[in-house]
Structures are given as structure tokens and as C-alpha cells.
């Protein structure tokens, strides 16, 4: 690799040397670290290894061939770096500002390094936490070749010291394993950008930084969590000597996955338990070992590991696009960049690789080495499906950047606009909350006994498919990056309370929101004499539902029943929801109300906290259960009790309008505002989407019915509940701006 280099390349060099002592690098190569026990926790015994654990490949005489100083390596790196974005003009790149990047942070020095240029780098980027340090571990534990692992630290509205005592426990734990990271490289990146930045994990951002800093250009790309075979680099290694990867050929590893069984977790697993080779993968008995992501052909199909299993030698394979295989590749000035706008999930990856096919690379697979995934559970808010900007970079920008660059796409315009449209609506139809399921589950504090709420007016038939397609068309067109809109990852913030109070069309809402999210509900308590049940989230929120339930039709002491019920007082809400504008049950429901109005003040009285002396005489109790008259408590009342933010959600059905539109309804929210200072008391109009999306109306609660658009019933449109089912309906838009309301007024202390 020696060689001449021009005053604009010393210069590069010299630019790169004086970086290295700037504040963007923070610190020397190797960097200063205390010496003392971990603050990581143990991940997993690793075997030991020592520092001549890498078999035919480890040298120790400086003039045997391949081998070359580590700090001329470094000006080959810097100079490479510089080339590769040279030829890549027209290639997309991020802004770098609010990044700080320290390469080599820990790892052999590269000063006092000598580099054997026949070794494969694996270039990999994680971030940080014990459970990606356990898999690096794993990684290095198998892999005998160099490693560049660019670590990604958020530093964003962090306490003072969060980085620096970040990178020291780093320090620390690469202390700690040395015997097995001693060919491991750990460049730190900082994220320190403003934090109003769209916010998803840099992936290309990071592996561009990893393969700049590979020792060796023989790049072998992986996502950290991948562990290759036992012996895999040396296998490699002699099968690089029949398929020369500097005339752009890469060569593939089939990836394969530990699937988990019953009882297992992923933090209990290392590499121990993984075929550590192919004859031992194919005689495996553990059935959980299965080819990467079978199910989903495109992604690894075109392996063929049908033909992997039996053969002994390297074969030939086609491209296909959405192909996301793992593979050595040759690092040269021609070797293209990872497009860095493709953030968080989706097309990050695999955008990279068709660009590799687009510029021509045959692709081989050895007949060896192999990776094993071991899976583990997402964040059940992680996105596992691509965003539209995503989906729009990849379609539009990059897509025009390969045609400029390789004068071709496998893409033509009108496939490209169908992907588009199909894709994104997949992203709608998976990513936004919509309550699908017909029943909620109550009681989770006590599995045996759960009780099931069945959601009425359940909708099915070609009507209804319509008013779904309308309904994400209508998301797709109001969605913007900056919103979150159906999209959050709690509808409520962290450690804030709510009241709901209302009618059926109120509880229509609020079953929709906790359905919404039911798969981030921490605890569920219900009381069925009432019909109450409080909701509390995995964030700490905690819901209380008393819309359309009995207490709510009690005429008088409806504030001393309600918290009572609540077990808190009507002050201690971090905001209020109430459903407003019928001020009596409909009486044909009159007596079940009236009948559980009773059972409730009986279950009230019986449970009450309250002492003694405070509790109602035995005569009152009576004279409490014969006075039944039902009428709901006027938004007056209430707000004159509460002083906090109230959202007024008005009914779905037609005459609610009046309400909306009404001047002294208008008068009377400003006087409710004026009587508090800062009190927010806002209106949402339960139609707001009639216009948009058409009535979607049912007048059977528990039966599964078309949606109604016209007057052909009885019962018009206008005047019934609204349709809800697996494709949403009315109650699921109203909720999301429940949802924003909020997110946008509790102030939690």
C-alpha cells in the first residue's frame, strides 16, 4: 500500500492529524480511561483468548508481506476517505454539524500497530447498552480478523456528564474484555444536534464512519447482532483467493436466525449456543435455527441455501431487488457510500446493496462460513415498517441518483409511482393506531378472571371497505414529519391522569383510544356494578373512564360518588374529557341505568374510605337510592369544581352542530376560561370528519352491520353512532385529537 502522495493528500493527512486533537475528536486515538471494575453490567462469559489466537494469519515478523506500519495505514484510510466523497458527488449526505466523532477511541493504537493487509475488517456500528456490548462480545469471540465498530452515543438533553461518563464506562468495559476485543477498534460518535431534528437512529451515518475506519479494504459489513460461523475469516480468507473481490464481486455469507423458544431470552444466549459450523448447522437438532427472515423471500431468498447446503464450492447467484445479504466487498475510491438520509427503519441497508448491483458487482456466496441472528423482542413502538419520507427518498432522490450516476434503475417510473402508493399505504394501515380488535379485556390485574368488553357498532361489508381506503387516504394527505399525530407512542404523557365523563358517543372515543393502545396497557381495573375501569399505560398515565356508565346519570351528589368511585378528587386530574350535549338517558335505556345507578351507590356506600362520621346515615343512604332521576352533570358544573384543561368532545350525530356552531355555546366557553385565568377549555366537534370521510353510521351496537352513508334505514345516518372495525372509523381521528389535546396541555410537575 505504499506509496506516493500529492501536497493535496499530505495536506488532507495533516488536516485529519490536527482533527484528531479538536474538539470534534475529543481526545487522543487510544484515549485516557481510568482503570477499576466496569459500571456496564457482566454480560456473559467469553472465552479467553490470547493475543495470538488468530491462527495462520498471525504475524509477528514487520517485513513479512502484507504487513505495513498502522500510521501509513491510516494516511491510506484518510486519503480513501477523501477519494470515495469525491467520486460521490452527487451522492446525498447529511449534515455532520452537531456531530462529534472520535475514531479509534479504543483499540490497538494505531501508532505502535502494524497492519496485516490480508485480513478481512468487519465493519459493524451499535449503540449503547449492555445487550449490544453482549453481541459484540459474541462477534469478536468468533471473528479472528479486524473489527471497526463505530459506537453511536445520543447526547441529546442529557445531564452534564452523560457523555463523558458514557465513554469512560465504554473505556471500562473494552478494559475489562481486552483478551477478546483486542482487535476490536471503537470509534464514538456523539449525536449533539438540535432536538428539534427528526429524530431516528443514524444506521448509514454509522456504517459509512465504520467502513471509512476498517483497517483493511476487504470490508465484510454487518449489523452487530450478527455472529459468524467458528473459523469463518480464515475460510474466507482462502476463498477470497478464487473470487477476486477488487473486480467488483463481493462474496456472501448465508445468514441464518435463533428463533426463540417458549421460556427463552435473548439475554441468556451467547454464541455457545449456535452451530459453531456447517456440518454441525446441518445436524443440529434444534429446530429454532432457520434460514434469516424465511417468510420474506426477497430479503435473503436469493441466497439459495437449498444449493448452500449441499455444495462445497463457491457459486454464483442473480440480484434481485429488496436483496439484503451480508457480504465482503472491496474498499476502493469506486466503493459507494451508504445513502445517509435513509434513518430509523427501512431501505437503509438494502438501498445500499441495490446500489451495489446497479454499479455491476457479481455476487458469490461461499460454501462455509455462515451468520446466526439471535432474535430478540423490538420495542413495541419501534417502526418496523418504513416511514413516507422514507419511502419518498428512496423512490424519488435515490432513485434519480442511481439513473445520473449508473445512467440505470431496475425501477421505471410507473413501477416506481405503484410502490409508492402501495408501500405507503401498508406504512398507514400497519403504523397508525386504529382500534381493529372487536373486544377489550378487562381486569389484567387478575388473568383468571378478565372480563371482555365487546366495542359496538362493529362494521363490515364493501361500504365500509371504502370508508377505510378514504380514511387512509385522508391520513396520508395530513400527515406531515413533524407530526404525531395517530402516531404517538402513549396517548398521554408520562405520569398524567385524565377523567373521561360523557355518553355513548363519548365512550365510542375512549374505547377507541385505550384500544388503540392496548398493547402498551400497564394495568386495567373495572368495576362492572358501575361500569368504571381505569386505564394506567407502561409510561405511568393513567386513564379513569366514567363515560355512559350509571354514575354519571345521578342527579344530585354526582361530584361525591364520582371520586368516591375515582378513590381521588375531581382536582387532582391533570385534565378532564367530557362529552357533552344530552342532558338525559334516551329512556329506552332508562331502567338498566337506573338499575345500575342503584348497584353502584350500594358498592359505594358498602367501600366507601371515607370514616364513619363522614359517611352518609343509613336514612340518607335510602333516601340516595330512590333518587335515581338521570341527568348527566352539566359542563358548568364541572368546571365550576375543576380548574384545570377540559376538552368538550360533541356528539357524532347531527344535532350535535347546533351545539358547535352556536354563538352561545361560543360565550360560554369564554367565560369558563375568563373564570380561571389560564384554564384551556377547548371544543372538538365530534363531525369534524363527516364532510371528509361521509356519515359511517350503525344503530346496532352488537350486531356486525354495513356502514350506513344513507337514509334507507329508520334511523338516518346523521342521527346514529359511528362505524368502527379492523379499517377504524369516526371514534379513532376523534381520539387522535383527544390524543394531541393532551399531549399539547397536561403539564406534568
Known amino acids: 500500500r505504499k506509496m506516493m502522495l500529492s501536497a493535496r493528500q499530505l495536506l488532507g493527512f495533516a488536516a485529519f492529524l490536527l482533527a484528531l486533537t479538536t474538539k470534534h475528536v475529543d481526545g487522543n486515538l487510544r484515549g485516557n480511561r481510568s482503570d477499576g471494575e466496569p459500571r456496564i453490567a457482566e454480560a456473559l462469559p467469553i472465552e479467553e483468548q490470547d493475543e495470538n489466537a488468530f491462527a495462520s494469519l498471525s504475524v509477528q515478523d514487520d517485513q513479512s508481506e502484507g504487513l505495513i506500519p498502522g500510521t501509513e495505514q491510516l494516511r491510506h484510510l484518510q486519503e480513501l476517505r477523501v477519494l470515495r466523497r469525491e467520486a460521490f458527488l452527487k451522492h446525498t449526505l447529511i449534515n455532520t454539524d452537531g456531530w462529534e466523532v472520535t475514531p479509534f477511541k479504543f483499540g490497538p493504537d494505531p501508532n505502535s500497530s502494524t497492519i496485516d493487509l490480508r485480513v478481512i475488517s468487519v465493519a459493524t456500528q451499535l449503540s449503547y447498552g449492555k445487550d449490544k456490548f453482549r453481541r459484540l462480545l459474541d462477534l469478536a469471540s468468533r471473528w479472528t480478523g479486524y473489527l471497526s465498530a463505530v459506537l453511536y452515543i445520543d447526547g441529546r438533553d442529557q445531564d452534564e456528564g452523560f457523555v463523558e461518563s458514557t465513554i469512560q464506562k465504554v473505556g471500562e468495559f473494552y478494559d475489562k474484555h481486552a483478551a477478546t476485543l483486542h482487535r476490536v477498534s471503537i470509534h464514538i460518535v456523539v449525536d449533539k444536534r438540535p432536538m428539534d431534528i427528526e429524530d431516528h437512529y443514524p444506521h448509514n451515518l454509522l456504517r459509512n464512519y465504520a467502513i471509512d475506519y476498517a483497517w483493511t479494504d476487504s470490508i465484510l459489513l454487518l449489523d452487530a447482532d450478527f455472529i459468524p460461523s467458528q473459523g469463518s475469516h480464515d475460510q474466507l480468507v482462502k476463498h477470497l483467493e478464487q473470487t477476486d473481490i477488487s473486480k467488483r464481486k463481493v462474496l456472501l455469507l448465508p445468514a441464518f436466525e435463533k428463533q426463540l423458544l417458549p421460556g427463552e431470552s435473548p439475554a441468556k444466549l451467547d454464541y455457545t449456543d449456535l452451530p459453531p459450523t456447517k456440518q454441525d448447522l446441518l445436524t443440529w437438532a434444534d429446530p429454532s435455527i432457520k434460514a434469516f427472515h424465511a417468510s420474506y423471500y426477497p430479503g435473503h431468498g436469493p441466497t439459495n441455501y437449498a444449493k448452500w447446503y449441499k455444495t462445497a464450492d463457491t457459486y454464483k447467484i442473480n440480484f434481485d431487488l429488496y436483496f439484503e445479504p451480508y457480504f465482503i466487498i472491496h474498499r476502493d475510491r469506486s466503493l459507494p457510500l451508504f445513502w445517509e438520509h435513509f434513518s430509523g427503519f427501512g431501505r437503509n441497508k438494502q438501498s445500499w446493496v441495490e446500489e451495489v448491483g446497479v454499479a455491476g458487482y457479481e455476487f458469490h456466496v461461499n460454501p462455509d462460513a455462515f451468520l446466526i441472528h439471535i432474535n430478540h423482542g423490538y420495542d413495541t413502538q419501534d417502526v418496523r415498517f418504513p416511514r413516507p419520507s422514507v419511502l419518498q427518498e428512496y423512490d424519488g432522490p435515490f432513485q434519480q441518483y442511481l439513473e445520473e450516476t449508473y445512467e440505470y434503475t431496475f425501477w421505471d417510473k410507473e413501477s416506481l409511482r405503484e410502490d409508492l402508493e402501495k408501500t405507503t399505504n401498508t406504512f398507514y394501515r400497519k403504523m397508525l393506531h386504529i382500534c381493529k380488535a372487536p373486544s377489550l379485556f378487562l381486569n389484567q390485574t387478575n388473568p383468571n378472571t378478565d372480563v371482555v368488553v365487546d366495542i359496538p357498532y362493529q362494521c363490515r361489508g ?91 346519570y345521578r342527579a344530585k351528589g354526582w361530584r361525591e360518588l364520582l371520586e368516591g368511585l375515582a378513590s381521588r378528587s375531581l382536582e387532582s386530574f391533570d385534565a378532564i374529557l367530557i362529552g357533552s350535549k344530552f342532558d338525559k338517558a334516551n329512556s329506552k335505556n332508562e331502567q338498566v341505568l337506573q338499575d345500575g345507578l342503584r348497584a353502584a351507590l350500594e358498592r359505594y356506600f358498602k367501600t366507601s374510605t371515607r370514616s364513619a362520621t363522614n359517611k352518609p346515615s343509613m336514612k340518607k343512604q335510602e333516601r340516595a337510592l330512590e333518587d335515581v332521576s338521570l341527568r348527566l352533570p352539566r359542563v358548568s358544573d364541572i368546571s365550576s369544581i375543576y380548574q384545570g384543561p377540559m376538552v368538550i368532545v360533541t356528539p357524532f350525530a347531527a344535532t350535535a352542530e347546533s351545539l358547535v356552531r352556536n354563538s352561545q355555546t361560543m360565550q360560554l366557553l369564554a367565560v369558563l376560561e375568563s373564570k380561571a385565568g389560564n384554564k384551556v377549555v377547548e371544543m372538538l366537534d365530534g363531525r369534524k370528519y363527516v364532510a371528509a370521510l361521509g356519515e359511517c353510521g350503525s344503530y346496532k351496537p352488537d350486531q356486525k352491520r354495513r356502514c350506513d352513508q344513507t337514509t334507507s334505514q329508520r334511523i338516518t345516518p346523521d342521527k346514529m353512532n359511528r362505524c368502527v372495525g379492523r379499517l377504524g372509523g369516526h371514534p379513532d381521528l376523534i381520539a387522535w385529537d383527544v390524543i394531541e389535546f393532551f399531549h399539547r396541555e397536561i403539564v406534568v410537575a
Open 462 to 552: 364493501p361500504e365500509y371497505a371504502e370508508f377505510g381506503n378514504r380514511l387512509i387516504e385522508f391520513a396520508k394527505a395530513h400527515h406531515t414529519k413533524a407530526s404525531e399525530t395517530g402516531m404517538r407512542k402513549f396517548p398521554m404523557p408520562a405520569n398524567s391522569s385524565a377523567l373521561v365523563l360523557g355518553n355513548s358517543h363519548t365512550q365510542q372515543v375512549i374505547q377507541a383510544l385505550i384500544c388503540q393502545y392496548f398493547d402498551v396497557v400497564k394495568e386495567v381495573n373495572y368495576d362492572p356494578p358501575s361500569g368504571v375501569f381505569e386505564v394506567t399505560f407502561q409510561n405511568g398515565a393513567n386513564l379513569v373512564n366514567m363515560a355512559e356508565t350509571s354514575v354519571m
